[in-house]
């Protein structure tokens, strides 16, 4: 049993005798099953499934609670001493993905005198460049030097910006060079 409205015509389509008759033993015997595999009666199917789509939310929410903390734990270690004087760390994260680094965008944020350098490393190398609190290194000019290295493009705001490329097996050797042209920038 369908309807359509297309422009000036509608068409309704109905299912007769057999089909209906099977149409409906099909939608019957999938409740039985949800409801039996749900352990609940047919009746209360949708509501088992709206009450496991809440608890579904709620443990994402302590994952991702959990895994900022971890994340936490690895930029403590990421913490590099490369300082200059206008800005007080470089720190560079690497080996994470694409969730984490969202993740990690925050945190990075809140460091005062800070430039962050984070890279997603996958079928593509992606890279994001944050600054910090206080920090008055300019995100776009540091992504254009990693996007000359890498051969990549994107860009960005002043305090933060992001760009991309090919995946290239060589790419800590060539991050090394390009952040000896990206500490001369600050």
């Not at 309807?3 to 999938?30: G, I, S, T, V």
């Not at 860009?155 to 991309?164: L, N, T």
């Amino acid at each position: 049993m369908r309807y359509e409205h297309h422009k000036q015509w509608q068409r309704l389509e109905f299912a007769c005798w057999m089909r209906a008759f099977k149409d409906a033993a099909l939608k019957n015997k999938l409740i039985l099953e949800a409801g039996a595999e749900l352990s609940s009666k047919p009746d209360d199917v949708p509501k088992r499934i709206i009450k496991l789509k809440e608890e579904i939310a709620s443990i994402n929410e302590e994952l991702n609670g959990k895994s900022a903390a971890l994340l936490a734990i690895k930029l403590d270690g990421a913490v590099d001493a490369k300082r200059t004087k206008n800005v007080r760390q470089l720190i560079v994260v690497t080996d994470t993905n694409q969730k984490a680094a969202k993740i990690l965008l925050p945190m990075v944020e809140d460091l005062p005198k800070t430039v962050s350098v984070i890279f997603t490393i996958g079928e593509r190398l992606d890279y994001m460049v944050v600054a910090g609190k206080d920090t008055d290194a300019d995100c776009r000019s540091l992504i254009k030097v990693l996007n000359e290295t890498f051969g990549g493009c994107v860009g960005g705001k002043p305090d933060c910006a992001q760009g991309g490329a090919g995946y290239c097996s060589d790419w800590e050797e060539k991050f090394l060079l390009a952040e000896e042209k990206m500490l001369e920038l600050f």
